[in-house]
Antibody, heavy 123, light 109 residues
Framework: EVQLVDSGGGLVQPGGSLRLSCAAS????????MNWVRQAPGKGLEWVSY????????YYADSVKGRFTISRDNAKNSLYLQMNSLRDEDTAVYYC????????????????WGQGTLVTVSS | SYDLTQPPSVSVSPGQTARITCSGD??????VYWYQQKPGQAPVLVIY???ERPSGIPERFSGSSSGTTVTLTISGVQAEDEADYYC????????????FGGGTKLTVL
């Protein structure tokens, strides 16, 4: 059974930093591209970042480029999001989400999601 | 910019058919994916590649595409289908970007 468990959220002051983690199980983690998607309170979904299975390809939404860093440790079956220079508008539930990568080809959607972890940026 | 437009809300009575649309100029060239999200829960994929249904998703969920509009159809709506529904596509033409529609609140009357 595919499982994604998000953790690391919390309350942080504007300008601060936080590192999110996503623990994966039930599939060959290194074979799949992964993403972070967020949802501000009462708002819709927003894609944040993408990383390929080998970490060779990475993309960011313009809203987080230069402040957030996505990474993964395939030996630990884990995905990370390092968030620096946090702003009020980064307040959201952050979900890790798997791309159903097939034979190394990215599919551009999300077939499994973590339960989410809440990040609150406030003074 | 790459935008996907959904109606904010759709209401139907139990047993009726709900149709939720997603419109975007680039949709004739891109697949659309649909997610169901219930309060306090993570999204769940209900339709992929415009009209394919993942295993475990009831047959009453279907998808179709026509030009710049893609439609999620829920036939014989049940109370448990009340949720927010989001369409999603991807723009690889200029810079890779995964885009969501604004979401549609389905209310079962």
């Amino acid at each position: 059974e595919v499982q994604l468990v998000d953790s690391g959220g919390g309350l942080v002051q504007p300008g601060g930093s936080l590192r999110l983690s996503c623990a994966a199980s039930g599939f060959t983690f290194s074979s799949y591209s992964m993403n972070w998607v967020r949802q501000a309170p009462g708002k819709g979904l927003e894609w944040v970042s993408y990383i390929s299975g080998s970490s060779g390809t990475i993309y960011y939404a313009d809203s987080v480029k230069g402040r957030f860093t996505i990474s993964r440790d395939n030996a630990k079956n884990s995905l990370y999001l390092q968030m620096n220079s946090l702003r009020d508008e980064d307040t959201a539930v952050y979900y890790c989400a798997r791309d159903p990568t097939t034979f190394g080809i990215v599919q551009y959607y999300f077939d499994f999601w973590g339960q989410g972890t809440l990040v609150t940026v406030s003074s | 910019s790459y935008d996907l437009t959904q109606p904010p809300s759709v209401s139907v009575s139990p047993g009726q058919t709900a149709r939720i649309t997603c419109s975007g100029d680039a949709l004739p060239n891109q697949y659309v994916y649909w997610y169901q999200q219930k309060p306090g829960q993570a999204p769940v994929l209900v339709i992929y590649k415009d009209s394919e249904r993942p295993s475990g998703i009831p047959e009453r969920f279907s998808g179709s595409s026509s030009g710049t509009t893609v439609t999620l159809t829920i036939s014989g709506v049940q109370a448990e289908d009340e949720a927010d529904y989001y369409c999603q596509s991807a723009d690889s033409s200029r810079t890779f970007l995964w885009v969501f529609g604004g979401g549609t609140k389905l209310t079962v009357l």
